[in-house]
């Protein structure tokens, strides 16, 4: 894959957890404030004041997630990206931290 490649690929699951997460702030009890600065998307629970970092690391051509359960690594592998310890997908992962930090029920 090249940046270029990479780049796109990673803006498009940035843009995606921030469109998911603003539709779910506004249908469900999810209270929760993302800010975007370049490849950083921060997620805050407004109840808890606890976060999750997602960001993309374009030299490792990986997106990483730093949430309270820990740090993740995850590589685009096809059309998905997978952590690169276990396996796990990506969103399905996120999805569970989310959800376990915001205290509300959330699929993306």
């Given at each position: 894959?090249?940046?270029?490649?990479?780049l796109?690929a990673?803006?498009?699951?940035?843009?995606?957890?921030?469109?998911?997460?603003?539709?779910?702030?506004?249908?469900?009890?999810?209270?929760?404030?993302?800010?975007?600065?370049?490849?950083?998307?921060?997620?805050?629970?407004?109840?808890?004041?606890?976060?999750?970092?997602?960001?993309?690391?374009?030299?490792m051509?990986?997106?990483?997630?730093?949430?309270?359960?820990?740090?993740?690594?995850?590589?685009?592998?096809?059309?998905?990206?997978?952590?690169?310890?276990?396996?796990?997908?990506?969103?399905?992962?996120?999805s569970?931290?989310?959800?376990?930090?915001?205290?509300?029920?959330?699929?993306?």
């Amino acid at each position: 894959m090249t940046e270029s490649e990479f780049l796109v690929a990673a803006e498009a699951a940035l843009s995606k957890i921030e469109t998911a997460l603003e539709n779910a702030a506004d249908q469900t009890d999810l209270d929760v404030e993302c800010s975007r600065s370049g490849n950083v998307l921060e997620i805050e629970f407004v109840d808890n004041g606890s976060k999750i970092i997602v960001n993309s690391q374009a030299p490792m051509q990986e997106l990483w997630i730093a949430a309270k359960s820990g740090g993740f690594h995850y590589k685009q592998r096809g059309n998905i990206w997978v952590n690169t310890r276990d396996g796990s997908e990506f969103f399905a992962a996120l999805s569970g931290m989310i959800s376990a930090q915001g205290g509300v029920p959330l699929t993306l």
